[in-house]
C-alpha cells in the first residue's frame, strides 16, 4: 500500500508545529513526510502502524515517528465513548534539532533522541502521562510558549524508556541508513546488507567491508545502531517481509525465500517472536485495516491551521487536514 505524501506546514513565524486533533474515530491514513513527528493519543485505542510495525495502543500512547517513515493510527472505539478521541502532535525538523544542540549545549538532549528515534520510538506510560500534564503551555496560544514546552518535552523524553518500532529496512531506499549520521564503515556494512540480505551472511564478510575486526565491528553496532549485528539483519529480513506481505499476494513461502529465510518454519518463528502474530494474520490485519482511509464521516472536531496534506494519490487533488 503506497502512503500518501503529507505537506506540513510550519509557518514564517513557528520552529515547531503543534497540532491538537479532537475526532470520534481515528481513521487509517497511511501517510509519510519529511519531518519528526511525536503524537501523544489519548481517549483512544486501536491499532498503530509505524513501520511494518503493527501494534495495539491504548490510553496515553507517545510515540516519536522519524522522517519519512509511513505511518498511521486507527481506532473506531474510544476509551470513554462520551468524549472524543485526542491527538497531541509536535512536528519538527530534524536540522533544526540539531542546530539547537550545537547551538545551545542545554539542549544536547536533542541529539539522543534522535539516534534512539532512528526506527521509531514507543514510550512507555509514565511518560504520555507525564506529557499530557504539559498541555496546557503545549497548546497555548503564544507561540514562544508552546516552543518552549515542546523543547523540554523533547530534551525530557531523550532518557526515558521506549521500544524501537519499525525495522531499518522500511525507509524509503534513498536513506543511507537508520539515522544518516553513520561512520563511513558502518555505512559500507548497511549498504551489503540492504544488497545482500535474502542471502547467508557471514560476519566475517561484512567485516572485510568495513576493515574491522568482529569485536570492532560488534562494539561499533552497538553503539551506532543500538543493537547486535545479527539482530539488525534479522529485523532487516523481517521488515523486508512485512511489505512483501502487506503488498503482494505471494504464498508466505516465497516471501520467506525471497526474505533470507531458509525454510517456512524457521521464518513463522522468528516472525511471530518478533511482531507478535504469525506472517498469515500480519497480512489479514494491516490489508485488512485499509476500508477506512476512504471514509470521510469522521471529521475533525478542531480543524488545526497547522497541517496541509497533499494527496499524491490519482484521482484525488483536494487538500484535506490529516494526522
Request: glycine share 6%.
Amino acid at each position: 500500500m503506497k502512503p500518501a505524501y503529507e505537506h506540513v506546514e510550519f509557518g514564517e513565524d513557528c520552529s515547531v508545529r503543534v497540532y491538537h486533533r479532537q475526532l470520534p474515530r481515528i481513521p487509517f491514513e497511511w501517510h509519510h513526510h519529511p519531518e519528526y513527528e511525536l503524537t501523544l493519543t489519548m481517549n483512544s485505542h486501536g491499532k498503530r502502524y509505524i513501520g511494518d510495525s503493527v501494534n495495539d495502543y491504548e490510553a496515553e500512547d507517545l510515540v516519536l515517528v522519524p522522517p519519512d517513515l509511513p505511518h498511521t493510527w486507527a481506532s473506531n472505539r474510544s476509551i470513554e465513548p462520551s468524549s472524543p478521541q485526542v491527538a497531541i502532535v509536535i512536528w519538527f525538523d530534524g536540522d533544526w534539532a540539531r542546530r539547537m544542540a550545537d547551538c545551545c549545549r542545554e539542549y544536547e538532549p536533542l541529539r539522543k533522541l534522535l539516534r534512539r528515534a532512528a526506527c521509531g520510538l514507543a514510550f512507555e506510560l509514565p511518560a504520555g502521562e507525564w506529557m499530557r500534564s504539559r498541555l496546557d503551555s503545549l497548546l497555548s496560544n503564544v507561540a514562544r510558549e508552546r516552543l518552549s514546552t515542546a523543547l523540554d518535552i523533547l530534551c525530557t523524553l531523550a532518557d526515558a524508556p521506549g521500544q524501537p518500532l519499525a525495522s531499518p529496512s522500511a525507509f524509503n531506499q534513498t536513506n543511507t541508513g537508520p539515522s544518516g549520521h553513520e561512520p563511513e564503515r558502518i555505512n559500507r556494512v548497511l549498504s551489503l546488507i540492504d544488497a545482500r540480505f535474502a542471502e547467508p551472511l557471514r560476519l566475517s564478510e561484512l567485516c572485510a567491508a568495513a576493515s574491522l575486526s568482529e569485536r570492532t565491528l560488534t562494539r561499533y553496532f552497538v553503539q551506532h545502531i543500538g543493537e547486535s549485528v545479527g539482530r539488525y539483519i534479522a529485523r532487516v529480513r523481517i521488515g523486508h517481509a512485512c511489505r512483501m506481505l502487506a503488498d503482494t499476494s505471494l504464498p508466505v513461502a516465497v516471501i520467506a525465500a525471497r526474505s533470507g529465510f531458509a525454510n517456512v518454519a524457521n521464518f513463522n518463528r522468528q516472525f511471530k517472536a518478533a511482531r507478535q502474530t504469525t506472517p498469515a494474520e500480519y497480512r489479514r490485519q494491516f490489508m485488512g485495516a485499509g476500508s477506512p482511509a476512504h471514509d470521510e464521516t469522521a471529521r475533525l472536531t478542531e480543524r488545526s491551521p497547522s497541517l496541509q496534506r497533499e494527496r499524491k494519490s490519482s484521482g484525488e487533488g483536494k487538500r484535506r487536514s490529516e494526522r
